[in-house]
């Protein structure tokens, strides 16, 4: 967070002056302002002092914009930290050679009508020129981490939105799938007759709002959604009839505990479609919630029917892409999913980490 705030402390400082003349402008104003100050001494500020500020940054600036454009650019940044070393060590020798020249000859031919002579010895004007060079090269390195670390927030937040938008859309997936299903089974009952028919109508009522209006949050209330589970399964038994044996057990120390909703819904979906639609001789469900420190633990077990039904098949397909989907964007590398079909059974065990009652790691 302090990263963050730093970042777009800097980011504002840096569109105050967008043009990167203005900012390099502003830079050596000040220089000169600091350098006629110690060139001026106690005497005050006289003309002969600001042409010597003038000239003596001029001797600066071919050395430090050397560094700046070509030995950071090409040499640092390739990590070539020997070369770049010698490189530099080379250039502000240079620099101050450059001034000795400047001031000894140079100014002679420029500025005939002024004498001047170098001041500062050669170990002193390397100190000058080490003192800009280091400077210049800090706030060169340091713009360029606060560039890279404002790419990085920025990248970070699209991989937010996108992840929240693939959330969405799959949650937008589930729903529908549940509903087609759910509206199937009660048109099967009306066209029998059947006393159940209200019943189902109820049950399917009170679990669309529970999907519509209670799940729209990344996260909802264990109890609840356990509960809309268990609505659902009893809505499947009403549908399954009494030669299906059906069981779900659910853990009672949900209190307090948060998890990914709807996670479960495809699951319970392919228990009965796997075992009770299609099937020949007796047919089971059995649906195990349990609580383990954490970790919310899923079982899922069933007999395993012949479907003609290939759209059906299609739609369990779909539910489980769905399911793999969202677990690797809601807990990556963070929970356990195996599915395993042998003879004549089905299993899914389903292991996810649970908010609440103890923060969890990177939540």
Known sequence: MNDMRTVNIYTAMMKIPKQRWLQHLLFWLLAFYILLRIFAGSAGIEKIDVIYTLIFIATLLPGIYLNLFVL??????????????????????????????????????????????????????VK?????????????????????????????????????????????????HFLFNSLAGIYSLVLQNSAKAPEVVLRLSDF?????????????????????????VELQKLRAGKEAEVEIQLPSDTT????????????????????????????????????????????????IGVSADEGARKTQGIGLVNLRNRLDLLYAGRHELKISKEKERFTVNLTIPLYGKTPLPGN
């Open 72 to 125: 950071i650019s090409r040499v640092l940044s390739r990590k070539r930290y020997v070369l770049y070393s010698f490189l530099l060590l080379l250039c502000v020798f240079a620099t101050a050679c450059l001034n000795i020249l400047t001031f000894s000859k140079l100014t002679d031919i420029i500025l005939p009508g002024y004498y001047f002579i170098s001041y500062y010895e050669f170990s002193d004007l």
């Open 208 to 232: 669309l709002r529970y999907v519509l209006y209670e799940t729209s949050g990344e996260r909802v209330d264990l109890t609840k959604e356990l509960s809309a589970m268990n609505d659902y």
């Open 256 to 303: 307090g505990r948060q998890v990914a909703p709807l996670l479960f819904l495809p699951l319970i979906e392919n228990c009965f479609k796997h075992g009770i639609k299609g099937a020949s001789g007796p047919v089971f469900t059995k649906i195990v919630f349990r609580v383990s420190g954490d970790h919310l633990q899923a079982d899922f077990e069933n007999n």
């Open 128 to 176: 000058f020129s080490l003192v800009f060079t280091g400077i210049t090269t800090l706030l060169k390195l340091s713009k360029g981490w606060f560039l890279l670390m404002e790419t990085r927030n920025q990248l970070a937040r699209l991989e937010k939105e996108n992840a929240e938008t693939r959330l969405d859309a799959l949650k937008k997936q589930v729903n529908p």
